[in-house]
């Protein structure tokens, strides 16, 4: 008979129940705690990527503070620097060029032959002016002497007065086409000393516009500048006046000069007159400077900034140029409450500086204004102050 199995114990059954249980306990915890994190996370990021669009619905703005004036105003414009003198070359006579002595950058002096112009019907003109010359001259003697003949005989009653009259008139003929053929000469003279182009005062050759074998014609025709001269060892600088500042445009006014290609140096120059008189489409006051330029440190028609101290009779405010805004009610600035709103200031403009913009009403002297404001800013309009190394990097961008 086979052996039957033996009976299972009862304490191990419930042993194994319970181990069954706690395991399962644990897996629903687990379950739990994963749902929980779940739904944590979810509702974290939720919350987070709420904040994170409400803060970027906030604009951030760079703001400034109003500047006072000093004690000057600087006022700024672009100046053209011309040579103090400078004179186009044209040819006097008609020819071919025979040969050039001067290239663009040579220093020359007052007299210094440039180039030279072969002329043969000139020369053949002059030739044949001086042959009719002598046979006016030729002319005029024989009636010269023909003339004192008959004064003679006209005494003497050998000859009639009236034919006397015509050898003196017939004299007086033959002396006027003597000088009208001596003046020919002359002219001719001239014309042939054209030949030789030289530099009208000391200077320097600053273009060449013609070369070996070249139709030279005589006059101002287009393209017919042989050769430019100028004078550079004084410079001539020309700024545009505002008629604003045209009063304080007086001769003596000190100005700073900047050029580009010199960054971080000033150069002094001083108005030496004006024109007296505003242009009446731009409603500007020539004014002219004069700058040394003995080194030849500069170059005519160059590009330079003049900055101009101009005495200010009262203080005001001045805001960068680039915080206006020109709207329907007038020039407006975006100035920040102290609670980060955007408050819209209307403003009484006063003198253009270029960069800065005087403001004679308006704001005052603790307003935060916004820089570069945009076209749709408004009031009320909730904003972020950018922090101050932000708003540092962005003054800089805007100031260039």
Known sequence: M???????????????KRTAQRVLLILIVLALILAVWGVASRLIARSHL?????????????????????????????????AYMEAPIYARTT?????????????VHKGQLLGEI??????????????????????????KSTNERWKGLVLKQAVSRQDADEKAGDAAAKSAAQTSAEQNVARLKDLESFKRVVAPFDGVV?????????????????????FRVADIHRLRVYAQVPQAYA????????????????????????ITGTSNALDPTARTLQAELQLDNTHRDFFPGAYTEVHFKLPSPTKTLRVPSNTILFRADGLQVATVDPSHKIKMKNIVQGRDFGKTIEVLDGIDPQDDIVVNPSDSIEDGLEVRVAPPQQ???????SAK
């Open 206 to 226: 600053t273009a060449r516009n013609t070369d070996v074998g070249a139709l030279i014609n005589a006059g101002q025709t287009p393209g017919s500048e042989l």
């Open 247 to 270: 009063a304080a445009a007086r001769t003596g006014l000190a100005a700073e000069l900047h050029f580009p290609e010199r960054p971080g140096k000033a150069y002094w120059a001083e």
């Open 2 to 16: 086979p052996d039957q199995p033996a009976a299972e114990n009862p304490q191990d059954k419930e042993k194994l």
């Open 95 to 107: 020819g071919y060029l025979k040969m050039w002595y001067t290239d663009i950058g040579t220093q």
């Open 118 to 143: 072969e002329t043969p019907e000139v020369d053949k003109q002059l030739a044949q002016s001086r042959a009719d010359l002598e046979t006016a001259r030729a002319n005029s003697s024989l009636a």
């Open 391 to 397: 708003q540092d990097a962005a003054k800089k961008d």
């Open 50 to 82: 709420k904040t994170r669009s409400a803060n970027d619905s906030v604009v951030t703005v760079v703001t400034v503070k109003a500047e006072a004036s000093g004690v000057d105003d600087e006022l700024v414009l672009p100046g053209s620097v011309l």
